[in-house]
């Protein structure tokens, strides 16, 4: 059987290494969703499409407003992501397979331990102000994130670089705390976008990027134009990105003509938008998804038993179809995505199956009703819907809980990790390494089930060092297990990013990084 | 009359004192604080108390409304917890839209509805008068947010003849044409949704100073009707009128906020619910102020004008 991540899938049928039936086979045996597996069919024919060089594009993104910011430190929208991938590089870039492609940085490499590394950089790239690109400015870049002052959600994430320093101009060297085998993953952030060394103000900064900014207006409007320098590909003359906020407003001037492409497709909103003559959706499956977090350090859910119940009984097919619209795929109650190299496919899928959840129900002696579920659509849109049908499911297997709506402006304080049983979400993160740790790690701050095996951490550790791919894929793979079998994580559904397109725009293609995907598409963009 | 217009100010002012106690409980009500609101998932206690000490939130309420107050009558609206930008800066950018956006409006809305309500007057009663009242109450009726996305769907997505949201480079460059275009569908709308009130109040204050007996003078002289409204009873009938146009006004200034989401136009309203999602405190309780002295200020003005257009106010006993 073929193998590898769906986006694996999609360039071996662009090239026509499998075929049409291989890959839907595999889409299927993923989980895909059908709308995912089409927009990337899409893809794979477009890949071969012809492309245009010129004209001005117009990109309505949906999120950003008065944080906006051009100092990649700052970068906290898709907005921010998106204008920033247009005039800044980063070092490493991440294909759809999730796997590290070179940008500004042309190789690197690690000792066998993967605590040191050697990063080669681009040579003849200038900044848009005519200046060389060098290890300075990498330096300056990184270094700005760890200042005392700043608040960049990098910080955490470059703390564990101990060590950073120039060997000539274009090799910079890195020295981590421990072995992480993903260190140039972490560089792909948009926060790590590279600047200028010495730029403090970024009201007019310069990049290295495809193109230039020319007009800025916070949270509103930007415009770009091609940097005849740049050292790759670039085929637009001209990018406008216009902030819209408001779901309806900005499908209507997208089915108006107004915008060549929008982000994020309210659900509601999606029959609207597949019918528009002459606008395509593009679904992106990810890792982004939502789940039951139920705590193992306290009554009720410290049951073993309850929480094989309440796993069993998440309706995962009626949940990806009623409130995903059928943009899902089904989890397997741990946090790895099957879009992620690392997913495990070994492991049985756990369905729907009242009599099981029946059984480990009675066996665990709890009185259904005495178990509330807390929801609220701040943890992911849609989250308050899930809850009911997730009921529905309990019901069915005899279990009586009350679902609590909670006001969305203290959840993630009074509601989070503080009752037993509540719907939570996360967005997609670029490693299994990183969406592990941050939510399963015993003594992490965010381990919201607190559940905590001696075991996992040491696995967690060991897996992240590891350079052998298969010894690795075998560690991960038992983390996978051990969560499957035992963890807090129900899983409720991974669910697609969805935008949408007009039909005369190439290279705007499914990317599974969640909420980064935006940055990904600047200089890959043409009309047909 | 100088003694009334300085009662008038001195009301004014103490309203807007009102208010602004008002502004500031209800912006310490938002739910959350600002530093959730930044944080959100990933806030830690660590991480939210610097934040508090950074935005001075810690101290008690009352003390922060005076200081508050005190760099409000100095002019001092301080900086956005957002993007630290000045906010007396930002307001001033964004202002422009919204105070032409209303101005545009109110050139077309006001001699329309004072228009359809003479017409309404003059043909009390007849099937046009009725016409007049049901459309009228129609579009009072549906909200904004219906009228503008009535128009957006059935003017730019179905006929394509306007653009479904104001187009940033001719809003803020375009010469007078494009800025129309841009604007045109926004409008309509706020049109729509302010031309009831004045033309019914119109209608009602004509027709009100009709029974009088000095109309009843003009008719036996002979009068036409239409003169009898135009000459006689439309200049006693000023007064209701320009209050309600004054208020009408205010409203286009500060009930914008729906429009201005519909169609993307970046102005005050905009600006308010931005900082309202980002709990931009500051900001929004400098524009909350800015929407109140509005509305105190065009409710002084029809004040002043009632006063000149009325003898008897202009002329006390």
């Known amino acids: 059987m073929t193998k590898g991540t769906i986006y694996d899938l999609r360039d071996q049928l662009a090239v026509g290494q499998i075929s049409r039936r291989q890959f839907l086979k595999r889409a299927g045996a993923l989980g895909i969703s059908a709308a995912a597996t089409s927009t990337l069919l899409a893809s794979a024919a477009s890949s071969a499409a012809t492309r245009k060089t010129g ?37 490493v870039a991440l294909n759809p397979s999730m796997q590290p492609i070179p940008a500004l940085a042309e190789s690197w490499e690690s000792n066998s331990t993967a605590d040191e590394w050697v ?36 910080k955490p994430l470059l703390e564990q670089v101990t060590e950073m320093k120039a060997d000539g101009a274009h090799v910079v060297r890195m020295k981590t705390a421990s072995p992480n085998a993903d260190l140039p993953i972490l560089f792909t952030q948009p926060q790590f976008m590279i600047s200028q060394e010495g730029e403090e103000e970024f009201v007019n900064p310069s990049g290295t990027g495809g193109f230039i900014m020319k007009e800025y207006e916070v949270g509103i409007y930007a415009r770009v134009e091609r940097n005849p320098n740049y050292w790759g590909d670039c085929y637009l003359d001209a990018l406008e990105w216009i902030t819209n906020v408001d779901g309806t407003a900005r499908m209507n001037a997208m089915m108006a003509g107004e915008y060549d492409i929008a982000t994020e497709v309210d659900r509601n909103l999606i029959d609207l938008v597949e019918r528009a003559p002459g606008v395509e959706i593009v679904a992106s499956a990810s890792g982004r998804h939502t789940n039951l977090s139920m705590m193992c350090d306290r009554e009720p859910t410290s049951n073993h038993d309850l929480r094989q119940a309440l796993k069993y009984c998440i309706p995962r097919e009626q949940i990806i179809q009623n409130a995903f619209k059928g943009y899902g795929m089904v989890g397997n109650d741990h946090q790895v995505s099957p879009t992620d190299p690392f997913y495990c496919d070994e ?141 807090g994580v129900g899983m409720l ?12 725009v190439v290279g705007f293609d499914p990317h599974p990084a969640g909420y980064n995907r935006d940055a990904f598409f600047a200089t890959d963009i043409s009309f047909a | 009359m100088v003694r009334l217009l300085i009662r008038r100010i001195l009301l004014g002012i103490v309203v807007t004192w009102v208010v602004s106690m008002m502004i500031f409980a209800a912006t310490e009500l938002l739910p959350g604080d600002v530093c959730h609101a930044v944080l959100g998932q990933g806030a830690t206690e660590k ?3 610097s934040c508090r000490e950074r935005l001075q939130l810690n101290q008690p309420m009352h003390t922060r409304y005076l200081q508050w107050l005190g760099r409000l009558a100095t002019g001092e609206l301080g900086t956005s917890l957002a993007n630290d930008l000045q906010i007396s800066d930002q307001i001033g950018a964004r202002a422009w839209n919204t105070v032409r956006l209303a101005a545009l409006t109110a050139l077309i809305a006001v001699p329309l509805a004072v228009l359809l309500g003479l017409i309404a007057a003059i043909r009390a009663d007849s099937s046009v008068d009725r016409g007049i009242s049901i459309g009228t109450l129609c579009f009072i009726s549906v909200p904004e947010f219906f009228t503008g996305v009535l128009l957006v769907y059935i003017l730019a997505v179905q006929l394509r003849w306007m653009p479904a ?31 009831a009130h004045m033309t019914r109040m119109t209608r009602t204050a004509v027709l009100n100073v009709m029974s009088s007996p000095y109309i009843e003078q003009a008719v036996l002289k002979g009068a036409s009707r239409t003169r009898v409204i135009i000459r006689h009873a439309l200049p006693n009938a000023v007064a209701p009128i320009v209050n309600v146009i004054a208020l009408n006004l205010a409203y286009l200034v500060s009930g914008v906020v729906v429009v201005e989401a519909i169609f993307r136009i970046p102005g005050l309203g905009t600006l308010m619910v931005e900082s309202v999602i980002y709990r931009d405190i500051p900001t929004v309780q400098a524009i909350g102020m800015l929407f109140c002295v509005t509305y105190v200020g065009f409710n002084l003005i029809a004040d002043v004008m009632a006063i000149i257009a009325n003898p008897r106010l202009r002329h006390p006993r």
């Open chain 1, 55 to 91: 004209g001005t594009l117009r990109v309505c993104i949906a999120s950003g407003g008065q944080t906006d910011s051009l100092d990649p430190t700052k970068f906290l929208s898709t907005g921010d992501y998106a204008r920033g991938h247009s005039i800044y590089n980063p070092l």
């Open chain 1, 119 to 154: 990063f080669s950089l681009r040579k003849g790239v200038t900044f848009s102000n005519g200046k060389d690109f060098t290890s300075a400015d990498v330096l300056y870049s990184l270094q700005r994130h760890l200042r005392p002052e700043s608040e960049s959600p990098g």
């Open chain 1, 347 to 487: 492991i049985a899928q756990r369905t729907f199956d009242p009599d099981k959840a029946r059984h480990h129900f009675k066996k665990s002696g709890v009185d259904g009703a005495s178990i509330t579920l807390y929801t609220s659509d701040m943890a992911v849109s849609g989250s308050e819907a899930i809850a009911l049908i997730y009921a529905e499911g309990a019901k069915a297997a005899g279990i009586d809980l009350q679902v609590q709506v909670a006001p969305p402006g203290s959840y993630w304080s009074k509601v989070w990790m503080q009752v037993p049983v509540c719907v939570s979400g996360w967005d997609a993160r670029p490693t299994a390494d990183l969406m592990l740790t941050i939510a399963n790690k015993s003594d992490g701050s965010w381990n919201e089930t607190a559940w905590g095996s001696e075991r996992f951490d040491q696995l967690l550790v060991a897996a992240r060092g590891e350079t052998d791919a298969t010894k690795r894929k075998g560690m991960y793979c038992e983390m996978q297990q051990m969560l499957h079998d035992d963890g």
């Open chain 1, 493 to 504: 559904g991974f669910y697609d990013m969805i935008d949408s397109r007009r039909d005369n």
């Open chain 2, 47 to 49: 991480s939210l108390e």
């Open chain 2, 165 to 195: 949201v104001a187009n940033y480079r001719d809003l803020t460059r375009g010469d007078f044409l494009e800025v129309i275009e841009a604007l045109a569908l926004p409008i309509a709308t706020l049109t729509f949704a302010v031309l």
